[in-house]
């Protein structure tokens, strides 16, 4: 009777083993369900906002045209123009399980083709009888803006769809993945012995999913941070572009009017208030373009010492420069660093170029880098310093100089919509470092470039 009782307990623990081994396999498949539905998510996500980067582009780059008459814009437009119709078409197929975003995404093909129809209809009037003296042009403007919105209106829709989706998706995700330990913490607690190799097994594989998860949260982040670029960039695009587009609109008004009263004169003199008026235009927009294009991709990261980059920039300027102008450039050596190559060179230009600019009439250009270890919030950072010695600049404006497109006027060598020391933020934003502004009025100025040991 003893033996028998005995062989249903055995029996009885291994129908629980079986039973719980059949509920973890269930959970695993049921969490590998979850991620395949968080990774469709984050595809549509990002499908959808290159989607609206592409749209942006090809208006863009289509008043980039109509402003520089640089062929170069009409074709990167239609370019873009093609691109869209494609991956609407990739959209269609990746939402075909969503009737609420198959609605939206008819809405967003009509106001699509509104658009493009509008922009070819303002290339037809510029090639055939020019952008600015022709007040039905500024009416298709207009009118672009507003199949624009309603196209940017059909985005912000599917994002939101998206977003919903993907929090109820992480929602079951975590509950999920709450609900896994406990099961295996039953199952070893009952039959340990059975059962070890197994568990840690699968632990094991939980251990690189939420790894897996933690990496996909970090692309998420990165994600919104792109979106936030975005915004900026849409921001710009539509307040500081405004300026030179209403001067433009003014001065072509005028020189109308001057034609009109047969003035030469001042038809000329508006003319040349549009062309530099359509530069300044042209500079933002290669500004934004250049910003944008300051991507992070792991694959480009290399592992360089920040003192060898240096002198590789201080030579392609010495050779630019001298002997209009002298320099004493030194440095200190720096430890190896994992960077972008290439942004690093571009950021060393920028501080170098600045150097230059704000130089004192008639002075050597001292240029010195120095490298030592700071902490900063109980954070180790190594701490790169620019130090040159020209006309400084007042340091209650440090923390407007990394703004792109500021308004200051520091200097006569100051330019307007300024993107270089901007670019320098991006670049330190793309490395997870920081840089600071330091300067004595009329004695020199100091960039410092903190780089974390640990990223």
Known sequence: MKSKSIDILFLSAFL?????????????????????????????????????????????NQRSYML????????IYRDRSSALDQMYEELLAMTQDNPDQQKNLKDLKKS?????????????????????????????????DQYADSFLNAIRRMSEVENELLKERIYSQDAGERLTPYTFTLLGVLSFAIIA???FKQKASLTEK?????????????????????????????????????????????????IDRDNPDDVRKYLQKIDKSANDAARMVDGLLSHAQLEKNEKDLSLNRLSDLFGDVAAEFRTAHEPDIKFSISSEETPMLMVYESQ???????????????????DLVEIKMTCDQVNVKGE???????????????????????????????????????????LCKKVMDNHHGKIEAHSVKNECSTFHLLFPKIV
């Open 380 to 422: 180790e950072y190594y701490r790169v310093s620019f130090v040159d010695n020209g006309v400084g600049f007042d340091q209650n404006y440090a923390g407007l100089l990394f703004e792109m497109f500021n308004k200051l006027n520091l200097h006569q060598n100051s330019k307007k919509n300024n993107t270089g020391l901007s």
């Open 112 to 144: 699509l083709n509104d658009t493009r129809y509008v922009l070819n209809q303002q290339l037809k009037l510029f090639e055939n009888g020019g952008l600015f003296s022709n007040r039905k042009v500024r009416n298709h403007i207009n009118e672009t």
């Open 197 to 199: 190799f197994a568990f």
């Open 68 to 75: 520089s008459e640089d062929t170069q814009y009409l074709k």
């Open 16 to 60: 629980f083993i079986g039973i719980t081994l059949y509920t973890t396999y269930s959970s695993v498949r049921k969490q590998e369900s979850f991620n395949d539905l968080v990774d469709h998510t984050y595809l549509v996500k990002n499908k959808i906002l290159d989607l609206e980067s592409e749209f942006r582009s090809m208006i863009s």
């Open 344 to 362: 690093i060179k571009d950021l060393f230009r920028n501080l170098f170029s600045n150097a230059v600019k704000f130089r004192k009439e008639g």
């Open 210 to 258: 939420n790894e897996l998860l933690k990496n996909k949260r970090h692309l998420l982040k990165n994600l919104l941070n792109s979106n936030a670029d975005l915004e900026e960039y849409a921001y710009l695009a539509s307040h500081d572009l405004k300026e030179p587009l209403r001067k433009i609109q003014i001065f072509s008004d005028t020189a109308q009017i001057a």
